[in-house]
């Protein structure tokens, strides 16, 4: 018989009370300087005082409270793979270039993953790839060679990228979640999206694209390599026969605003699964609302410092919760 999250979900409801709401958002918004942002949001119960001029450090621990408030509650990491296999990705991407490039001094890695950031730096320096998780070894192994042999950090980026798509699909299909399901094919297919527009506009070729493009998404990888190199207008063209119609607008503005809707559109699939009671999407439901929340303050305060106009952020913020 499936697992039922009653107890969990009911903690997670209650949790979501303290989510900032569109209101809050308005409100960081209008705020007139850095410091209003940030009195507000310690206000709302983020960050703990002592970071109070490090506002990067101030979301980082407010990420981590909704992880660790989440991985509490499951108990296991697994049911979330699909989120935290990303940063064992990154992780071994800076891994393996700091390596490369005998750099010394002390890396800034993602803290949440599958595996830890000391375990991966490890297993790399002392080439070791056989110890990495079956799934990750060959590209480990491919994309050192490349960076060792040719320098060419973005073939190492390319070669980790679309293996860390590839991965994530492998969790989803393993998961019982929709919405994880959801989540990772909207990812996937709009890497592949994003992927072709920015190589056709810097003149890439259709073995380029073939390269760098995942085959785990919705949409066919042929059809969009086809469609692409036919050039923008075409590639739009053929997007909107497909569910990613809605992009295309956002796409003729510029990338940033491509990727509101990619976030947006699984903000809005998000909302529809808290109505569950038994599963565990509302628990995923939760993590993709916090990440989307984190999100929407860095371009606020980001948005501050940097004097950015009310109207422009209003243009730029994710979905919130409610």
Same mark, same amino acid.
């Given at each position: 018989?499936?697992?039922?999250?009653?107890?969990?979900?009911?903690?997670?409801?209650? &949790?979501?009370?303290?989510?900032?709401?569109?209101?809050?958002?308005?409100?960081?918004?209008?705020? !007139?300087?850095?410091?209003?942002?940030?009195?507000?949001?310690?206000?709302?119960?983020?960050?703990?005082?002592?970071?109070?001029? =490090?506002?990067?450090?101030?979301?980082?621990?407010?990420?981590?409270?909704?992880?660790?408030?989440?991985?509490?509650?499951?108990?296991?990491?697994?049911?979330?793979?699909?989120?935290?296999?990303?940063?064992?990705?990154? =992780?071994?991407?800076?891994?393996? !270039?700091?390596?490369?490039?005998?750099?010394?001094?002390?890396?800034?890695?993602?803290?949440?993953?599958?595996?830890?950031?000391?375990?991966?730096?490890?297993?790399?320096?002392?080439?070791?790839?056989?110890?990495?998780?079956?799934?990750?070894?060959?590209?480990?192994?491919?994309?050192?060679?490349?960076?060792?042999?040719?320098?060419?950090?973005?073939?190492?980026?390319?070669?980790?990228?679309?293996?860390?798509?590839?991965?994530?699909?492998?969790?989803?299909?393993?998961?019982d979640c929709d919405l994880i399901k959801y989540y990772s094919s909207t990812i996937i297919d709009c890497a592949n999206i994003?992927?072709?527009?920015q190589a056709v506009k810097a003149g890439k070729n259709a073995e380029f694209l073939k390269r760098a493009c995942s085959e785990?998404?919705?949409?066919?990888?042929?059809?969009?390599? !086809?469609?692409?190199?036919?050039?923008?207008?075409?590639?739009?063209?053929?997007?909107?026969?497909?569910?990613?119609?809605?992009?295309?607008?956002?796409?003729?503005?510029?990338?940033?605003?491509?990727?509101?809707?990619?976030?947006?559109?699984?903000?809005?699939?998000?909302?529809?699964?808290? !109505?569950?009671?038994?599963?565990?999407?509302?628990?995923?439901?939760?993590?993709?609302?916090?990440? =989307?929340?984190?999100?929407?303050? &860095?371009?606020?305060?980001?948005?501050?410092?940097?004097?950015?106009?009310?109207?422009?952020?209003?243009?730029?913020?994710?979905?919130?919760?409610?």
């Amino acid at each position: 018989m499936p697992k039922r999250y009653v107890y969990e979900v009911t903690r997670v409801r209650l &949790r979501e009370l303290s989510l900032l709401t569109t209101y809050d958002t308005e409100f960081l918004i209008s705020c !007139k300087d850095y410091d209003e942002c940030m009195n507000f949001l310690i206000s709302k119960g983020w960050g703990y005082g002592y970071n109070y001029d =490090n506002y990067e450090l101030v979301l980082e621990e407010e990420l981590e409270k909704g992880w660790n408030f989440i991985l509490e509650l499951s108990k296991e990491k697994e049911p979330f793979a699909v989120f935290l296999c990303q940063n064992d990705y990154e =992780n071994l991407k800076m891994c393996i !270039k700091s390596i490369a490039a005998n750099l010394k001094e002390e890396l800034i890695y993602s803290p949440r993953g599958l595996l830890l950031p000391e375990e991966i730096y490890n297993i790399v320096k002392n080439n070791e790839i056989e110890k990495l998780p079956n799934y990750m070894q060959n590209s480990a192994r491919e994309a050192t060679k490349v960076l060792l042999q040719t320098e060419d950090g973005q073939l190492c980026d390319i070669i980790l990228d679309k293996d860390m798509l590839k991965t994530m699909n492998s969790f989803a299909e393993q998961s019982d979640c929709d919405l994880i399901k959801y989540y990772s094919s909207t990812i996937i297919d709009c890497a592949n999206i994003k992927i072709i527009v920015q190589a056709v506009k810097a003149g890439k070729n259709a073995e380029f694209l073939k390269r760098a493009c995942s085959e785990y998404g919705k949409i066919s990888v042929s059809e969009l390599i !086809k469609s692409g190199i036919k050039g923008i207008n075409e590639f739009c063209k053929y997007l909107t026969f497909t569910e990613y119609s809605g992009c295309v607008g956002p796409l003729s503005e510029s990338m940033r605003s491509f990727e509101k809707w990619r976030d947006d559109r699984i903000a809005m699939r998000a909302k529809e699964e808290r !109505k569950d009671l038994f599963s565990i999407g509302p628990l995923v439901a939760y993590v993709l609302t916090k990440m =989307n929340e984190i999100r929407t303050a &860095r371009i606020i305060i980001s948005g501050k410092i940097n004097n950015i106009s009310e109207e422009v952020l209003r243009e730029r913020v994710r979905m919130t919760y409610a």
